[in-house]
């Protein structure tokens, strides 16, 4: 069993940057998996954010994080980071990380198999 942990949340002010964290608990690598990004803001659906292929070239970004955010893995694919630049007030929301075994772009939640508990993101003043 997969379980993912995020971590790297927290208060950021309108145009900061915030690095995001993704590494499965019990250390195991995340390179047999698509990895996504995911967030939900209070009463929203949970959307799409980004995703990064298994071969840790090809990413893929709703048109709402381009050019702002960048997914990448990191450390041998034990780690995936979502970096956020220029944050807006609309990014505000819980921030998930998921794994799927779906070959071709995972872009709904449907297409992950296993997901973290989330990590609150708030960019105010």
């Known amino acids: 069993q997969v379980q993912l942990v995020e971590s790297g949340g927290g208060l950021v002010r309108p145009g900061g940057y915030l690095r995001l964290s993704c590494a499965e608990s019990?250390?195991?690598?995340?390179?047999?998996?698509?990895m996504g990004w995911f967030r939900q803001a209070p009463g929203k659906e949970r959307e799409f954010v980004a995703a990064i292929a298994l071969n840790s070239v090809a990413t893929y970004y709703a048109d709402s994080v381009k050019p702002r955010f960048t997914i990448s893995r990191e450390n041998a694919d034990y780690t995936v980071l979502l970096q956020m630049f220029d944050a807006k007030p609309e990014d505000t929301a819980v921030y998930y990380c998921?794994?799927?075994?779906?070959?071709?772009?995972?872009?709904?939640?449907?297409?992950?198999?296993?997901w973290g508990r989330g990590t609150q993101v708030t960019v105010s003043w």
């Open positions: 019990d250390g195991w690598r995340l390179n047999s998996y698509q």
């Open positions: 998921a794994a799927s075994t779906m070959t071709g772009w995972a872009l709904s939640p449907y297409d992950y198999d296993y």
